[in-house]
């Protein structure tokens, strides 16, 4: 959802103001050669977990007469295990809780935190959907600073936070689309800032973590009931079309957002799939450090190509520097290679793809810097 200032077929229906002048989120998706614009993992699931989902789909299909789960404590005890084994701190059941997607947990927990007269802050650039479903959710928002290298800027985010008294903060590592990790340190200090202004969740978003350098920040939960991580099966998992997210938290959070989840949200073959990718965890992680090699690759020869280049503990990273990035976006689709023009003034995000396609990406984007040497 974008600012549009063109009429739209709601202008005569009684739409809430905060919604009117807006665009539905989506990224164009172009029928090109090589797509790496939306994140999405590249590798198709193998064989043996496509096997293994169609016995578990099988299994479930048996009793769709019947609702599913609502409390998923299967898909949950699996995901806790999941999150205990791949950041050393033990999690279990209670504190976890999955939705359609991370987008789905993040409404919930504007649901249950947010709400009309309530506010939220993020420091963008950043994932636009913590602002627009803030808005969807009659949440006041609030954009907070960040450097001009994309870090956040502690001070004044300290000073924001103290001046608006936001009831939810969030904090997205490693950041989308900048791809930087922030640090455990400025993470801490924004939590002790949240509590001192009036107690507000924190909510640390974690959808790329399993790409980034350093480790997830799940243990600051420990002793912080008021922090929250949200984490996604869309990018590790490459389950996109899965939409499966699911949170950490204090066991007061989860059963907090559970006031507002609908009834049976998660399918029985929702809740199946994301079991039998749980089942494959080692081999789809295999894939990430596949990702994160060719990630630095990108990294690497984009800066030396001449571009300046965001660190990026991310799937994807964010190059530039442009007078008009939407034209450069176009000459490099122009060749054939579908890139993310996402906003950032002077900046482009490309994901990581596989190596080949990874390829046809560097060898566009030569081919644009030799055009703009000559110009």
Known sequence: MTDNPSLSPWDELPVRDELRGKSPYGAPQLDVPVRLNTNENPYPLPDALVERITERVREAARNLNRYPDRDAVELRTQLARYLTDTSGHEVGLANVWAANGSNEVIQQL?????????????????????????RGTGTGWISGPRNEDFTIDLAAAEKAIAEHRPDVVFVTTPNNPTGNAVPPGTVLALYEAAQAAKPSMVVVDEAYVEFSHGDSLLPLIEGRPNLVV?????????????????????????????????PYHLSAVAQATALAALEH???????????????????????????????????????GTFADSHAAWQRILDRGVLVRDNGVPGWLRVTAGTPAENDAFLDAVRELKKEQGKS
């Not at 504007?110 to 803030?134: C, D, K, N, V, W």
């Not at 990294?299 to 503990?313: H, K, P």
């Open 110 to 134: 504007l649901q249950t935190f947010g709400g009309p007269g309530r506010t939220a802050i993020g420091f963008e650039p950043s994932y636009s959907m913590h602002g627009l479903i803030a």
């Open 230 to 262: 949200s984490r996604t099966m869309s990018k590790a998992f490459g389950a996109a079309g899965l939409r499966l997210g699911y949170l950490a938290a204090h066991p007061a959070v989860v059963d907090a957002v559970q006031l507002v989840r609908l």
């Open 281 to 319: 965890t080692d081999t789809l992680l295999g894939y990430v450090e596949q990702l994160k090699s060719e990630r630095d690759r990108l990294v690497a020869e984009l800066r030396a190509i001449g571009f300046d280049v965001t660190e990026s503990d991310a799937n994807f990273v964010q190059f």
